[in-house]
């Protein structure tokens, strides 16, 4: 074969896999006081994985926050990095078993304007495996004291045909009265969507990691480290 025509064969083969390659999307609605985010993000990894991973992440609020913050929570400015709008510093997370929430405490700070500090919000995380095959987690807040007044969260890992999965999180989202009135749409893209993007982000790459150090592995016959 005319290495001009493969050339051109293995140069549009590679156009249109990329092409085809899903992307990410998030977007807000804001209607009646409720600000709904519903992000979707590709994942390239098992079915195994994506659920070991999930685990991780529920198992971790719970009980070992600072690991939590080694990836799960990573870069999402949550432990009083410095952000013009507002300032959040997520300090501590207990398990109450008897009554299955998760206590958080934290500080809320909009610079030069107000501070809000040791804020208790309590939450529960519910994971069930569907009939559909997916796997689903219920996030709801049952109690918070100043900075929420409701919020809700459906995460789902949704299989592909086997080639991988789509993460998807619909949050709905009421402030307390101060904060309500405060945050536009714009301002929340700027304070809570991204935040949500970003912990999508973190889930995928550690899936995917754990799933390029599995492959190493057993190409290798090496078991490689791995953290988490």
């Not at 979707?40 to 079915?47: C, E, S, T």
């Not at 998760?102 to 208790?120: A, E, L, M, R, Y």
Request: aromatic content about 14%; charged content about 25%.
């Amino acid at each position: 074969m005319n290495r001009t025509i493969l050339l051109f064969i293995v140069l549009t083969g590679t156009f249109v896999s990329a092409l085809a390659s899903p992307g990410d999307s998030v977007k807000t609605y804001y209607k009646d006081g409720y600000f709904s985010t519903y992000c979707k993000v590709w994942v390239n990894a098992p079915r195994n994985v994506v659920n070991e991973v999930i685990d991780d992440f529920v198992e971790q609020s719970k009980f070992d926050l600072d690991q939590l913050f080694e990836w799960g929570l990573k870069d999402m400015k949550l432990r009083t990095e410095e952000d013009k709008l507002i300032v959040f510093n997520f300090k501590s997370a207990t398990y109450d078993a008897k009554n299955d929430l998760i206590k958080c405490v934290g500080d809320v700070k909009i610079p030069g304007i107000i501070s809000f500090p040791d804020i208790h919000v309590d939450s529960r995380m519910t994971k069930s495996y569907l009939k559909n095959g997916n796997t689903r987690v219920r996030i709801d807040v049952m109690y918070s004291d100043a900075f929420l007044r409701e919020t809700s969260g459906l995460f789902y890992a949704i299989p592909e045909k086997e080639k991988g999965y789509w993460i998807t999180l619909e949050t709905k989202v009421k402030f307390g009265w101060f904060f309500n009135v405060f945050i536009t749409q714009p301002m929340f893209r700027s304070i809570m969507e991204w935040r949500f993007h970003q912990m999508m982000i973190n889930i995928r790459n550690e899936a995917e990691n754990r799933t390029k150090a599995i492959k190493t592995r057993q190409n290798t016959g090496k078991t490689p480290a791995i953290k988490h």
